[in-house]
Every structure is written in structure tokens, then in C-alpha cells.
């Protein structure tokens, strides 16, 4: 009997195919999209959990919006808007007593109370570039999605930078705030207050940041990214908070060595650091380490890596977890005990050119995950009690 070997092959692949989609749907159906907030104005660049169940999100033209989510069918529209940055936002951090703190392009960080009252409202278009796109085309564009907002000034500006802030971190009880910029300098806040208490320096611009929980260290990545080696620098270092100084360099170890990272984060007990490769990396280069504060020891190398590079990484509540985003537009949660992967969120849509999850956030009671899309959206799945 003669087989057909081309026919064994054309079954085998789909059979294959199929056994690959069942093994993993499982996860997939644990962590289901639960909200899909749209807004295409420009990507959005940040996002951060105000409570359980209030987001906030910023993106590259300096706008602020702030949704409260329900479990009722239906996407929620947002309440407010934060007015007064002129320039990517870079980080949203919210604070132990419920402030939101953003860091921007336009050299200034802001303070806001959300429940203070509104100055006004005004009317928004969510799908304001999708409008655009179709109107230069000559197009007839889709019905304006619009929603009615209730508009707010920041309640402190604090401008001691002069450039980009890229890193801004908080500590544990949120009575120290630190943030870098891309000319180096690192400035160290008191809390509430907004006082300026020190400044540091590094070489190069200050791209990944991130304080120890109580404050004692501080884990810098910066970079100066030439397109000639001659000149470029990539550093990783621990750094004293008391008093500025390098505890540990980590960056002579050949382990870190020669990598940029993009994000930095503390477990929530501050035994263990996270640090994502990041900036244009080749293949499945973007990936997450996991060090030891203590020692500078690497613990383990969380693989596969992002597709192109990581973008952000950030804890569980329960420690027990991370999540990192990447430019391969997927969301990743690793198991922080054996380092492997536990679940994979989002739908990969073909690297780095298109349009990355920016930028991730967990809710306080650890329910949610929030992914700031370059696409224009804020993507939010459920985690599940925990």
C-alpha cells in the first residue's frame, strides 16, 4: 500500500495545531478580557490603579482621563479629566492615601486629587484619531464616540527637572518620591509635602527606576544610546538613599553588562528586584531578571523574552507574581519561585512597529490587570479572586 506522505502531512500539522491551542486555553480562559477602554487620540503611554476600581491613564499628547469600572456589560466611559501637562506621559504612580502622581516630557510632575472639585466639564471624541485618519482619506469617518467629563487641575506642580522625566518610583508608605530625567539628575521628594531633600547624578539619561519599599536602596538603569559604540553607555546600579552613594554596580557584572533595561521594579517585601530588557533588542532578547538587593546576585532569567524588548514590569500584590509588557504587544505573568511562565495576555500583532503595551499596573486587591495599548486603549483583564 502506498502513502500518500504530502496527505500525512497536511493532517498532521492541523492535528498539531489544535493540541497546542487546547493545552493552552485553559490559562487563557482564566484571564479574560474584561474591558477594552478606548481612546485613540495618541498612544497611550501610562497607566496606574487609583483604587480597585478607578484607572487612570495618560498618553503622548500630556492628557489625563480617569474611568471608574463597573462589572456590568458595556464599556465604561471616563469621568474626569486631569488637564495641565503639555507633553508625553511617562508614569502614573497613585499614592497609599489615594493621590495620583505623573511624570511628563514636559519637565514637570503633577499631583492630583481626584476628589476635589471640578473647575468645569467638557465634552471628549474617544475615537478622535480614527476620525482623522478617515477624513484625510477623503472618507466618510465613523460616529464620534463621546463622552461628558468633569475637568481638574493639578494640586501641586513640581518643576525641578529640566528634561524628560522617565523614572519616577514611590516608596512603600509613599512619604519618599524619587524621579530621573535624561540629563541624570535624580531628585529625591519628602511626602507630602513635595519637598526637594537631595539630588544625585548619573551618567547617563535615568530610563528605569524603582525604591526600595522602605526606601533604603534605589535601583537605577540609565543609558546614553548612540548609534556608534564609541560613545554608548548602559549602566545598572544600586544606590545608597542615605547617602548617594553606589552600594553595588551591577552593571561590571558580565551577567548585566552591555544590556539597556526599561523598567525596574521591588517585590512588595523588597527581598527581590526585577529589571526588563529593554530599547530596540533583537529577537527574543527583551527579557526579565530577577536579582537579589542583598547580594547584587542574579537569582534566575525569566524566558521566553519580548519579542523586540520589554517596555514595564511590575509585582503582584501577593509577591508571589510578575507581570512584564513588551514590544511584542503581549503581557506576560511569571511564577517568581521557579521563574516560569504562568500566563500570557493579549494577541501578539507583530513586534516592535506595532503599537507595544506601553506600560502595566495591577490593582491594589490584585483582581485586575491594566495595560496602557499604543494602539489607543486601555486593556484590562481579570485576574481573579487571589
Given at each position: 500500500?502506498?502513502?500518500?506522505m ?6 498532521i ?41 478607578r484607572?487612570a ?6 492628557q ?30 497613585t499614592?497609599?492615601d ?8 514636559d ?33 466618510k ?25 522617565l ?46 519599599p ?21 549602566g545598572?546600579q ?10 553595588r ?10 544590556h ?12 527581590i ?11 527574543l ?5 530577577l ?7 542574579k537569582?534566575?532569567?525569566?524566558t ?16 508571589k ?14 511564577k517568581?519561585?521557579?521563574?516560569k ?28 490587570l ?17
Open positions: 500500500m502506498k502513502v500518500d504530502k496527505l500525512i502531512r497536511g493532517l500539522l492541523p492535528i498539531f495545531v489544535l493540541l497546542l491551542h487546547v493545552t493552552q486555553a485553559p490559562a487563557q480562559q482564566k484571564a479574560p478580557l474584561s474591558w477594552t477602554l478606548g481612546w485613540d487620540a495618541d498612544w497611550v503611554t501610562a497607566v496606574s490603579f487609583l483604587d480597585n476600581q484607572i491613564a495618560g498618553n503622548k499628547l500630556g489625563i482621563l480617569v474611568w471608574k469600572l463597573s462589572e456590568k456589560m458595556g464599556e465604561p466611559a471616563p469621568s474626569l479629566r486631569l488637564d495641565g501637562h503639555s507633553n508625553t506621559i511617562n508614569r502614573l504612580l499614592s497609599p489615594g493621590l495620583l502622581i505623573s511624570a511628563s516630557n519637565h514637570t510632575i503633577r499631583i492630583w486629587d481626584t476628589g476635589k472639585p471640578a473647575k468645569g466639564s467638557d465634552t471628549i471624541v474617544l475615537n478622535d484619531s480614527a476620525r482623522r485618519d478617515k477624513l484625510e482619506r477623503k472618507q469617518p465613523p460616529v464620534a464616540v463621546e463622552a461628558k467629563v468633569q475637568v481638574i487641575d493639578a494640586s501641586r506642580v513640581l518643576s525641578g527637572h529640566k528634561d524628560w522625566i523614572g519616577l518610583s514611590l516608596t512603600k508608605d509613599g512619604k519618599t518620591l524619587v524621579s530621573g530625567d535624561n540629563k541624570g539628575e535624580i531628585i529625591v521628594w519628602d511626602m507630602p509635602d513635595a519637598r526637594e531633600k537631595r539630588r544625585l547624578k548619573t551618567k547617563g539619561w535615568v530610563w528605569a527606576m524603582a525604591v526600595s522602605r526606601g533604603e536602596s534605589l535601583l537605577i538603569a540609565d543609558r546614553i544610546h548612540l548609534v556608534f559604540d564609541s560613545g554608548r553607555h548602559a545598572l544600586l544606590l545608597d538613599m542615605k547617602t548617594g552613594g553606589v552600594q554596580d551591577l552593571s561590571k557584572d558580565k551577567d548585566f553588562a552591555k539597556m533595561y526599561a523598567a525596574a521594579a521591588f517585590s512588595p517585601d523588597g527581598k528586584a526585577a529589571v526588563a530588557r529593554g530599547g530596540e533588542v533583537d529577537g532578547n527583551g527579557k526579565v531578571t536579582l537579589d538587593p542583598a547580594t547584587g546576585k537569582i534566575r532569567e525569566l521566553p523574552g519580548h519579542l523586540n524588548g520589554a517596555t514595564d514590569v511590575v509585582f503582584h500584590p501577593d509577591g507574581h510578575l507581570f512584564s509588557s513588551g514590544r511584542d504587544t503581549t503581557v506576560r505573568m511569571w517568581v519561585d521557579d521563574g511562565l504562568a500566563r500570557e495576555f493579549g494577541q501578539p500583532r507583530g513586534g516592535q512597529f506595532k503599537d507595544w503595551i506601553h506600560a502595566v499596573a495591577v490593582s491594589p486587591d490584585g483582581r485586575w491594566a495595560g496602557a495599548d499604543m494602539a489607543g486603549a486601555v486593556r484590562i483583564w481579570s485576574l481573579g479572586s487571589r
